[in-house]
């Protein structure tokens, strides 16, 4: 079954690394083109909880993006244990830097929290209008979460038809599952089987790549 980011990890921890660009690699764009970014507002999975800090997603989805010679930086907005409300609270906190892309990785926690889905998509909703009054123009990208069997048929159905709706609701484009081919896999998550390994993460990067990448266009264009 799926595996999910634990809700029950320390969110200031995530604090320390908040808002920070990811490293750059030697086969960046040159220095005079400017770099549009692209941010990740996520919780422990952003974060890279249990891993070393250049394995994390959003560091790999950086090299995606710097082997394709493209002008953006990728900043890392991950907080762990964080929820949609957490990141309906601090968007536009994070928003007061220039960014032209919107990757939004939340709701793993509040399902394993059993927060009513409805709320879920509020939240959801929320940080999407917030973001685009903060930053016209932004382009967003909305991470498809599931929730495991355990959770009930009912609760698993209704979570996972939130993040296709908000999708289709605000015109945004969807990963339809942020952790497609890692969850509920061994061999791509760490020893407590929720957190992906770093083989998992570079998984979990091919997977939100794979929809960025036909997004990307040089900044102010």
Not at 83 to 98: E, Q, S
Not at 115 to 134: C, D, F, H, M, Y
Not at 164 to 178: D, G, M, N, S, T
Not at 190 to 217: C, F, T
Request: charged content about 25%.
């Amino acid at each position: 079954m799926p595996n999910f980011p634990c809700p029950f990890l320390v969110v200031l921890f995530g604090l320390v690394g908040l808002m920070s660009p990811v490293s750059a690699q030697s086969n960046a764009p040159r220095k005079d083109v400017p770099l549009g970014a692209v941010l990740v507002l996520g919780d422990s999975i952003a974060a890279g909880y249990g891993v070393e800090k250049d394995a994390a997603f959003p560091t790999v989805l950086q090299r995606r993006i710097d082997e394709a010679h493209l002008p953006f930086e990728v900043v890392n907005a991950g907080v762990s244990g964080d929820t949609t409300a957490g990141g309906l609270r601090r968007i536009d906190w994070v928003l007061k830097r220039p960014v032209d892309y919107l990757i939004i990785e939340l709701g793993g926690n509040d399902g394993l929290r059993g927060i009513p889905p409805g709320e879920t998509e509020k939240n959801l909703v929320g940080i999407i209008g917030r973001a685009r009054r903060k930053r016209p123009g932004i382009r967003i990208v909305l991470a498809g979460m599931q929730m495991p069997q355990n959770m009930g048929p009912e609760y698993t159905r209704e979570f996972e038809s939130v993040f296709p709706r908000v999708a289709e609701q605000e015109k945004v484009r969807l990963i339809p599952f942020l952790l497609e081919g890692v969850g509920g896999v061994a061999e791509w998550n760490q020893a407590d089987q929720i957190h992906p390994n770093e083989k998992g993460h570079e998984r979990v990067a091919d997977n939100v790549w794979a929809v960025l990448k036909e997004l990307l266009s040089p900044p102010g264009k």
